[in-house]
Nanobody, 125 residues
Framework: QVQLVESGGGSVQAGGSLRLSCAAS????????MAWFRQAPGKERGAVAG???????PYDDSVKGRFTISKDNANNFLYLQMNSLKPGATAMYYC???????????????????WGQGTQGTVSS
C-alpha cells in the first residue's frame, strides 16, 4: 500500500503563486506514474500535470507555461509549483499514483490506484 498526503494549499490573489507538496509513504518503490488532479465545486476531477514513463511531464493545456511538476525520488515527494494563478484555478488539488509501471493515459483518473485527501487552493480576483 502507498499513502499520499498533500500540503501547501492556501489562499492567494490572482497572479500569485502556490507550491503544493505530496508526501508518499509505504511501498513507494511500487509506484509508477504520478500526477496532480484538481476538482472545482460542481465540476469533475480533472488532470493538471503528471510525471509519466521516462520522466516525461505532460500538462493540461490550461496550465502550460505557468505550472511546473517535479518529483523528488530520493525523498518520495511530488511537487506542483503554480504561478500566475487565475481565479479559475480555485479547486481541491489531489495527488495520485499508479501501482506498477504500466503504460496508460495519464489523464484518466480511473487508472490511478492511490489518492491523497486533497489540499484546497483558492485564488481571489
Amino acid at each position: 500500500q502507498v499513502q499520499l498526503v498533500e500540503s501547501g494549499g492556501g489562499s492567494v490573489q490572482a497572479g500569485g503563486s502556490l507550491r503544493l507538496s505530496c508526501a508518499a509513504s509505504g511501498l513507494t518503490s511500487s509506484v509508477g506514474t504520478m500526477a496532480w488532479f484538481r476538482q472545482a465545486p460542481g465540476k469533475e476531477r480533472g488532470a493538471v500535470a503528471g510525471v509519466v514513463e521516462a520522466g516525461l511531464t505532460p500538462y493540461d493545456d490550461s496550465v502550460k507555461g505557468r505550472f511546473t511538476i517535479s518529483k523528488d525520488n530520493a525523498n518520495n515527494f511530488l511537487y506542483l509549483q503554480m504561478n500566475s494563478l487565475k481565479p479559475g484555478a480555485t479547486a481541491m488539488y489531489y495527488c495520485a499514483a499508479v501501482k506498477g509501471s504500466r503504460l496508460l493515459d495519464w489523464r484518466v483518473r480511473d487508472k490511478y490506484d492511490y489518492w491523497g485527501q486533497g489540499t484546497q487552493g483558492t485564488v481571489s480576483s
